[in-house]
């Protein structure tokens, strides 16, 4: 059953994602309509899915697609999280096609328009392999090495609420991290094996919006 929100956007995915937007925000979980301009495209939302299941996809441990991650993105990106509801600067050229009368950046209009162009095609007809690499250039070029971007790319935004989701989600906080209800002794040095996973983070002390 589709919510009306895209042409592929489920119920379930939409509600995930609601639950995982109220705990980044500490609100109650609630389904907000959203703006007629912050409704994405059916095909949007399959970039969006395809993209963040290469951010993070399923190993041993579910991935992006399997925790609602995608359905909290347009939530976030509603809501302006992480700073995607500010206005971006209207000198970049590139970004002038995806602003809103209020300065601020259509961010998966942004996403398709920018996978599209760099895979000369479209980009969801191209080979996973082919996905990814373009996908990393991308990246590549949001995080160079060095002092950062003076405008920092869309896909700074993108990444960061696609691991933020995440790892808000019961299962990557739980499951993909190792996570400690109650801190024990702090230790410095912690000897790791091989197929340690990382220690979860306190996400509580980071600011959105």
């Known amino acids: 059953m589709d919510t009306g929100v895209g042409n592929g956007l489920k119920r379930r995915d939409f509600l995930q994602g609601a639950a995982l937007l109220g705990l980044v925000l500490g609100l109650p ?7 007629a301009d912050a409704i994405p495209t059916g095909r949007q939302l399959r970039v969006l899915d395809r ?3 290469i951010v993070i996809p399923q190993t041993g441990t579910p991935g992006a697609l399997a925790t609602g991650v995608p359905a909290f993105v347009v939530l976030a990106l509603a809501h302006g999280l992480c700073g995607t509801g500010a206005p ?3 000198s970049e050229a590139a970004l002038r096609p995806f602003l809103r009368a209020d300065g601020t ?8 328009a920018t996978l599209d162009q760099a895979a000369g095609s479209d980009f969801l007809r191209l080979a996973p392999l082919e996905q990814v690499r373009i996908l990393t250039g991308i990246d590549n070029a949001a995080f160079p090495p060095g002092p950062p971007l003076a405008v920092p790319s869309p896909w700074a935004s993108l990444k960061g609420l696609i691991l933020t989701g995440y790892y808000t989600s019961q ?3 739980a499951q ?15 000897p790791l094996k091989a197929d340690d996973s990382a220690w979860s983070n306190d996400w509580t002390a980071v600011e959105f919006g």
Do not use: Q
């Not at 259509?106 to 996403?111: A, G, M, T, V």
């Not at 993909?176 to 912690?190: K, T």
């Open 29 to 35: 979980v609630t389904t907000p309509a959203l703006a």
């Open 171 to 173: 299962a990557g906080a």
């Open 105 to 112: 950046l259509r961010h998966l209009d942004w996403l398709e």
């Open 88 to 90: 971006v600067a209207a």
């Open 51 to 53: 993209v963040s299941d």
């Open 176 to 190: 993909e991290l190792r996570y400690e209800l109650v801190p024990g002794r702090w230790d410095p040095d912690v």
